[in-house]
């Protein structure tokens, strides 16, 4: 992996974020809302399954949840539905930034960068989110891959976004956390920058980054602590 000061930044015009445990630490309440909607429906989900699922879409959840173990008439429209009201709530609630998230938005208005979300998650979402955090302001464009054919990894919702912001793919920097994200941003020919989680940080699977950080607080459009 290389530092991003090694990158020609002339060719970095985009800055596309995800969402879900990157700009807000959301998944302690995804993990709470399906413990509480599926364990009506009589699964016991443990946080190790639920990591299964990181970058899925709801109704791929869903889906994934119904093939691990079926449930008597099923209404998955009304399983997305119960999860998804559970999950606003609790971000409403509950919910702030993630270390660095200010200062890296800052930076790439700075720099005059366009900016994007581009979330596995659902569009209601992704506005609760921006409008919990205050800063709907900073991007252009706002995705989600609720409307696309498929979800991460498949690079679909970041080729979406990019086109929706009038870039080539190869000037879009994506910021991400999962393992599914990350594989679908660099099938999509970006440049790739993730902050994984702790528990997962020292998997060799993240070399397929372009770089990776402990945190956005270590993140520099002129240079990048790697560790």
């Known amino acids: ?10 060719t970095l015009q985009a800055a596309i974020f995800d969402m879900d445990g990157l700009l807000i630490d959301s998944e302690p309440y995804w993990k709470m809302a ?12 443990t946080d190790d399954l639920l990591r299964q699922v990181m970058g899925f879409r709801l109704s791929e959840v869903v889906v994934h949840w119904y093939s691990y173990q079926p449930w008597p008439e099923p209404d ?18 509950h919910a702030g930034p993630m ?25 209601s979402l992704i506005e609760t989110v921006v409008d919990k955090l205050n800063i709907r302001h900073y991007f252009d464009v706002l995705v989600s891959a609720e409307t696309e054919p498929y979800g991460k990894p498949h690079p679909g919702i970041f080729i979406t976004t990019a086109a929706r912001l009038g870039m080539a793919p190869s000037a879009c920097l994506v910021f991400e956390d999962s393992l599914n994200g990350m594989i679908a941003a660099k099938a999509a020919r970006m440049t790739c920058v993730v902050v994984p989680e702790e528990l997962k940080r020292n998997e060799l699977y993240w070399s397929l980054a372009d770089y990776k950080l402990n945190s956005l607080n270590e993140f520099s459009l002129n240079r990048v602590t790697l560790n």
Do not use: H, W
């Open 76 to 93: 998955f429209v009304e399983t997305e539905a119960e999860v998804l009201a559970c999950v606003k709530e609790l971000v409403k609630q």
């Open 34 to 45: 399906e413990k509480e909607v599926f364990g009506k429906l009589g699964l016991n989900l």
């Open 1 to 10: 992996m290389l530092p991003l000061s090694d990158i020609c930044l002339m």
């Open 99 to 123: 270390p660095g998230v200010y200062e890296v938005l800052n930076q790439c208005r700075q720099a005059g960068l366009k900016m994007a979300v581009a979330s596995s998650s659902a569009m």
